[in-house]
């Protein structure tokens, strides 16, 4: 069979650009995207969807792959794809601002381990909470619903010069913001109780001032921080359900004209 050179760029354009949007998505997402799954893990499952995809194309432009205008296309791929993945990797974001904070507050700041996912340095409660939205992540199925939506947006938004647009990115810079609201959202109920118990040792100190404040204020914060950490667990899942919600809505914006 012979193959002249416009049938194989067209059909490295019909399986390289869905391979770029997905793969870069892939990399950007959490759990997926951590650096705990192999590299060769993450290229067979680009290649298996991409291969899946491709049949459910809509026609694709009348664009050469390796010119200049399919290196415009490309670029879009990569875009929608680091879109869509990035805004659920500032969830996590701000489950690990919080920690730090809720760990500072109840003297556990040089308390530090290496989060496997990132190869950083985190706080140990900012590790606790990054687990916990990891597995309410996994079991709310977030996963899948960002390989179907992702799959789905070649029908939404198909593969053209013309991708997504400012307001899309406007929006994302926007979300930014909400980084540092979800994490005093996530963690304001522990800053509070853990002032409280500030406070209270404060006028203990006053009250009586031959009462030694590092070597008594110090063991009783610390318990404390772990029981009011016990006490609003609870509260935690709703209100990372609500970001990650909130997240998947904004990638979906992404893709929908």
């Known amino acids: 069979m012979d193959f002249s050179f416009a049938q194989a760029t067209a059909f490295v354009g019909s399986l390289i650009w869905p391979m770029m949007r997905i793969g870069t998505m892939l990399l950007a997402m959490p759990v997926i995207g951590t650096r705990l799954v192999p590299t060769r893990a993450k290229i067979i499952i680009t290649l298996v969807l991409s291969v899946l995809v491709v049949p459910l194309l809509p026609p694709l432009p009348e664009v050469e792959a390796l010119s200049l205008e399919g290196l415009f296309v490309s670029l879009q791929q990569i875009l929608i794809g680091l879109s869509m993945g990035f805004t659920l990797q500032l969830v996590f974001g701000a489950l690990m601002i919080a920690g730090e904070a809720i760990a500072m507050s109840m003297g556990l700041g040089f308390a530090s381990m290496v989060d496997p996912t990132n190869g950083v340095n985190v706080p140990v409660v900012s590790q606790f909470l990054i687990i916990v939205g990891t597995l309410l992540f996994l079991a709310l199925g977030g996963h899948l619903m960002l390989i179907q939506l992702v799959v789905s947006s070649f029908e939404t938004l198909p593969i053209s010069p013309t991708g997504i647009g400012r307001d899309s990115f406007w929006a994302l810079f926007a979300w930014g ?12 109920p522990a800053l509070i109780s853990m002032l409280v118990i500030t406070l209270s040792m404060g006028v203990m100190t006053r ?7 590092f070597s008594v204020g110090f063991p009783v914060t610390m318990f404390m921080g772990f029981i009011i950490l016990i006490m609003v667990l609870p509260g935690f899942l709703p209100r990372i359900n609500q970001m990650m919600l909130q997240a998947m809505q904004l990638s979906q914006s992404f893709v929908t004209p």
């Open 177 to 188: 913001s909400q980084m540092f609201i979800g994490a005093l959202w996530v963690a304001i």
């Open 207 to 213: 009250a009586a001032p031959q009462l030694n404040i």
